[in-house]
């Protein structure tokens, strides 16, 4: 089923050319991390999603990655949104062409999905053909393989999970149970690519199941 898209908004971007030193080490920078890229965005698991892809096409690593509480209809400022992410390579250029990677996956090609028309219920069932380094961190997998990031208010997220794990052959790889930062849910699944689709269908069936008839166990 095809559900509305809502597409995050980038909120704020700077470049760091050349780090201090002292911010490099709270931030952990290895001695090749001499440039920094920085973000916001109104949508914490696009921004997740973003960074990883940056670290596929680019020489950068996710240095920093944090969502904020209660989500972007509270944020701290209007540029702050629902996430920061902070990427690290040896060189301005590096860094720059990782911040255009996240601008082109949150413009085009990660977004969550509408369920109702006021776009107040959404979901988030994003199937990623080949992770970088940092979901691959996250999930405890290989970078390269497949993943299935499924995300969704609490109940219905973790519903959606189970759903999900029993309509195909992949592994529980990271359970973010609810309440996140965000009061969202959900997990990161591992498979083939052809399984991790067919788990994130099934996810969003779930969800939808829930939202059309939430009383009716």
């Known amino acids: 089923m095809r559900l509305e898209p809502i ?3 980038i909120l704020a971007i700077r470049i760091i050319p ?7 080490r709270q931030l952990n920078l290895n001695e090749n991390h001499r440039s920094l890229a920085m973000f916001t965005i109104s949508m914490d698991d696009v921004g997740v999603t973003a960074l990883d892809e940056a670290t596929k096409r680019a020489d950068v690593e996710a ?11 509270h944020a701290s400022g209007p540029l702050s949104g629902e996430f920061i992410g ?12 990782g911040i255009e990677a996240v601008e082109q996956v949150a413009e085009s090609e990660a977004y969550f999905e509408a369920i109702d028309e006021a776009k107040t219920h959404a979901l988030y069932a994003h199937v990623i053909s080949r992770t970088g380094t940092y979901l691959s961190k996250e999930a405890g997998i290989e970078p390269g393989e497949a993943l ?3 995300i969704a208010p609490p109940l219905e ?6 759903a999900a794990m029993k309509a195909a052959d ?3 790889a990271a359970f973010y149970g609810p309440p996140t930062e965000t009061n969202f849910g959900g997990g ?3 498979g083939s690519q052809s399984s991790c689709q067919a788990a994130a269908d099934a996810f969003r069936d779930a969800v939808l199941e829930v939202a059309a008839n939430p009383k009716g166990y």
């Open 157 to 162: 997220a973790s519903y959606g999970i189970d």
């Open 170 to 172: 992949v592994t529980l």
């Open 188 to 190: 990161l699944l591992t």
């Open 7 to 9: 597409y995050a908004d």
């Open 63 to 73: 240095v920093y990655a944090q969502s904020f509480y209660a989500g972007a209809d």
């Open 86 to 97: 902070i990427l690290a390579g040896p060189n301005p250029d590096e860094v720059k062409s």
């Open 148 to 150: 299935a990031y499924l």
């Open 18 to 24: 050349n780090v201090d030193p002292m911010l490099a």
